[in-house]
């Protein structure tokens, strides 16, 4: 989740990308021996992006060099994170959505620490209180966006709600990332199976195919190649006016944007926004697990949690946190978006994937 200063102009990065590092070990290695290394390893999505100076507060107070990993998007993370447990790349894992934290858990990811301020999280964004196998880092809403430009030029008045994604006058118009390869695809199809039931869901999405829903790989994609909003696809003739993304994305095209417009020229659909918490834990066989330990209590400091704002779009989860004038300006949450309890996604979630990938992509 987050969108970043990384593609283009602005990326929430959840499309595929190579695995790559920033920063560097003193002894050469991913997470040091456990017993003096002075390197801490974070493995995550490729939405991770935090300030130059905020990285070497964290490193002045712990006395250890910050290293990261990213992995593509959350899903992909979370899927390596599997493979690699026994071994794994780094001592920290950052990314871990609601969406896909039953997944994490269930399979033995992390191991438990209650961070250092951890009793200063609002409560609404705590998990798996009993054992701390994790800590909330940030949240925000998944949501459909529209091209305000498109929508006047056209005479149409932009959705508001699921319902109106099906009405015959936005046609071919939304484009959506695939939910069994995407955080914010997959958040979509949560927050429609939130409103609609498990009865009802899929009719829903009967209706969005037949009014020509197109499925992207992942945000990138869906956002910077097809969404004609977007400075990317601004650039690039894109023709879908309607697209899945954050609550977020319209404050980052104001801020990114040279010159600066007074307004941001995408808009929220609010009636169509699902509530999405991100998570970091400290991963089961972490070879620093003292350095790892010493970066969660940094990710829920006030430091790191007044950066995320203007460096990923997310919302902090302590609080306490100031926000950015810019950011509460451009980038408002929500009133109601959609939520559902994390037992009922780790229950139902991959049966509802596989349904939709039927559904949708046969």
């Not at 790559?20 to 290394?37: E, F, I, L, Q, V």
């Not at 990114?256 to 926004?273: F, I, K, M, N, Q």
Request: net charge negative; proline share 6%.
């Amino acid at each position: 989740m987050g969108i970043t200063k990384k593609v283009t102009v602005l990326a929430v990065g959840l499309g595929l990308v190579t695995l790559s590092a920033c920063g560097s070990s003193d002894d050469g290695t991913a997470g040091g021996d456990g017993g003096g290394s002075k390197t801490v390893t974070l493995v995550s999505h490729n939405s991770w992006a935090v300030s130059e100076d905020v990285v070497a507060a964290f490193e002045k107070q712990s006395g250890y060099r910050l290293k990261v990993l990213e992995d593509g998007d959350a899903g992909q993370a979370v899927n390596k994170a599997v493979l690699t447990k026994d071994n794994p790349q780094g001592d920290v894992l950052f990314g871990v959505d609601n969406t896909l934290l039953s997944r994490a858990l269930d399979n033995g990811l992390f191991q438990p620490y209650e961070a250092k301020g951890s009793d200063l999280i609002l409560p609404e964004y705590r998990a798996d209180e009993d054992e701390h196998r994790v800590t909330p880092v940030d949240s925000g809403d998944i949501c459909v966006n529209y091209d305000k430009a498109w929508f006047a030029e056209h005479g149409l008045t932009p959705p508001k709600t699921f319902d109106d994604l099906v009405e015959p006058a936005y046609k071919d118009l939304l484009v959506v990332e695939n939910a069994s390869t995407s955080s914010p695809g997959l958040g979509f199809l949560l927050g429609t199976a939130a409103k609609y039931g498990d009865d009802g869901w899929q009719d829903y999405w009967k209706k969005l195919k037949a009014n020509g829903v197109k499925v992207a790989g992942g945000w990138e994609q869906a956002y910077n190649e097809e969404f004609s909003g977007s400075a990317g696809g601004r650039k690039a003739g894109a023709d879908r006016p309607l697209v899945v993304s954050y609550a977020s994305s319209p404050p980052a095209e104001v801020i990114y944007a040279d010159p600066r417009p007074d307004a941001a020229p995408t808009g929220v659909a609010e009636g169509t926004c699902f509530r999405q918490v991100e998570y970091a834990g400290l991963l089961s066989n972490a070879k620093n697990p003292e350095g790892g330990k010493a970066l969660l209590d940094f990710l829920i400091s006030e430091t790191f949690q007044e950066d995320m704002p203007l460096n990923m779009f997310v919302h902090p989860v302590r609080e306490d946190t100031r926000l950015p004038e810019e950011f509460v300006k451009f980038g408002p949450r929500a009133k109601d978006p959609q939520t559902m309890d994390p037992a009922k996604i780790a229950e139902n979630r991959d049966q509802w994937v596989k349904s939709w990938t039927s559904l949708v992509l046969k």
